[in-house]
DNA sequence: GCGACGATGTCAGCGACTGTCATAACCGTA
DNA sequence: TACGGTTATGACAGTCGCTGACATCGTCGC
């Protein structure tokens, strides 16, 4: 395929992650990425849009692996029931190793530049699943909700996980937060006026 | 204060919104709107970090208006119910007209990288607003998941009203918006298993 | 008036990203 | 095996966002 050595994209992704995770992210250039790869700069531009898109290339997996089940527990669970099943199969089946996603999430914590494209990748994420929901019958309005809070409960059960994993696999921080937010939000006080 | 005309900073603002309606966000250097102010490229990065930054000085002022309600009716409300009556309440002070926000949101929407610094700043606010509830005795993971559905239902309720203004002011969104979450979630329906 | 101080101008430079064209490898086909 | 088409890469130039350093202008207190 590539011109000399195969897997170019990957020994591109290889070379950003080592650099990302050893000089930081601002302080390294793509030219160091792509020689390090034995690559040209001009080259990484053609495998990633941008100098974050390293990070966050194959999220479009997660987002089909929601879709999917999402839509495939519809009918049973409801659009907030569907939502949350997606979300605690997808962490049970999708999320590599703490290990893994932990160093990972360490270089995106340390530069605000990558969490706004995760935050992005994310609210992309829930604007698919209301998009289910919506071809299901659900108002739009319920289905942007429905989707949005999963998000939230996604990204609290996230963080905690990466954070403190000795709680337990990500599946369990999932439970925890759906959980969570159904308490909240089940309790009956009608936000009074200030 | 400024060398020659005063408010170089207003200027600097108007001067962006104006370029990035007409021509469009991309389409717009930084050198462009610095003339058009009457000042000079060097001038503008000193008073927005970045050229997206124009679009969202003065989210502090959001992010503390939300900060101070939350903790004002905390006690009355709890967690969730804190959050939802500080959204509410901003939504009926805070926000400026719905042809100007409108205006605004369509430069965002047109353009990804605002997106992701307005998610961003979303985002921050959750955070605040999570610290909030912890300094209140809330537990780390319920002041998360409380903090983030206010945004999930805010992030949608501000959606509609942009949309469709004609729905009414932006309160009536906010309401609505928190009314849906808590019949989404009330719904005795555990995720089943896939 | 004079000096401290804050806001602006000027200049040089780095690095992300893009357009364009040339070139080297791969693939099927004759 | 030679050939032509396709695809990935290299090479080069250029724009633009953004920063650091230093000079300069205006304002304010004395």
Known sequence: MGRWEPNAQARLRQAALDLYSSRGFEATTVAEIAERAGLTERTFFRHFADK?????????RLQELLVETTAASFDAA?????????????ASTYFPEV?????RQDIIDANPPLQERELAKLHRVGEALAQVLRERGV???SAAVAAESGIAAFKVAFAGWVTDPRDGALINHMRESFR???VLLAEPTPAPQI
Chains 1, 2 share one sequence.
């Not at 409801?78 to 997808?90: D, K, N, Y």
Request: glycine content about 10%; overall charge negative; cysteine-free.
């Open 139 to 141: 108002a739009d309005l």
């Open 180 to 182: 969570a937010q159904r």
């Open 99 to 103: 290990a893994f996603s932990r160093q």
């Open 78 to 90: 409801g659009p907030a029931g569907a939502v949350a099943a997606a979300f605690e199969h997808a």
């Open 52 to 60: 974050r898109e390293v990070l966050f290339a194959g999220s479009e």
